[in-house]
């Protein structure tokens, strides 16, 4: 994505609009409050960027900040995550050749996994302040979460769902 303003070009327009600033105080003789508007202009820029995802991290996997994805599965990505936001990610029609282990993690959002049932899958994870609710239909709030489908066997082919959640909701449920 081709982004016009970027973290880098609002540091520069912050470093500018300082250098003006001083220059206008020490020319004129004016008493302007250069600290204050610095502070102010840098935290509306940084909200600004923060709004628009400008300050994502770097992951190896997916990522959704602030907004809403829907992922189908890519064999080369392991790691998926949500915060602040809402995704999904669609399990449905892909065999594994082997056992693949996914790593999920939920941060004040919503997670929805739509696995098939044809295919056998373990769901390990953590919750806190938060819900992390499987096929089963059973969930944890706070501690560790765990379901196994009555086939899974983890050396033959299937899923193994490594789940974090926190101040969020994931849910891992069949079509």
């Known amino acids: 994505m081709n982004k016009i303003f970027s973290g880098s070009s609002a540091v520069g327009i912050v470093v500018v609009l300082l250098g003006l ?5 020490n020319v004129f003789n004016l008493d302007i409050p250069v600290f204050t508007i610095f502070i102010s202009t840098a935290l509306i820029i940084g909200g600004v ?11 190896e ?3 959704v900040q602030f907004g809403e ?7 080369g990505q392991r790691q998926y995550n949500v915060q602040f936001g809402e995704g999904s990610l ?11 282990a996914i790593s999920v993690e939920c941060s004040f959002g919503k997670f929805r996994i739509i696995a098939d049932r044809e295919v056998p899958l373990m769901i390990t994870g953590k919750a806190s302040f ?7 239909l059973k ?6 979460y765990t379901y196994m489908s009555p086939d899974f066997n983890p050396s033959q082919p299937g899923f193994t769902i490594n789940a974090n959640v926190s101040f969020g909701e994931l849910e891992v449920f069949y079509i």
């Open 49 to 59: 960027l923060m709004i628009r995802g400008s300050f994502l991290p770097k992951w």
């Open 21 to 25: 600033l001083l220059l206008f105080r």
């Open 61 to 63: 996997g997916r990522h």
């Open 69 to 75: 994805s829907h992922f189908t599965f890519d064999p």
């Open 90 to 100: 669609n399990l449905k029609g892909y065999k594994p050749d082997s056992n693949i």
């Open 130 to 136: 938060g819900e992390l609710r499987g096929p089963d």
């Open 139 to 144: 969930k944890a709030s706070f501690g560790d």
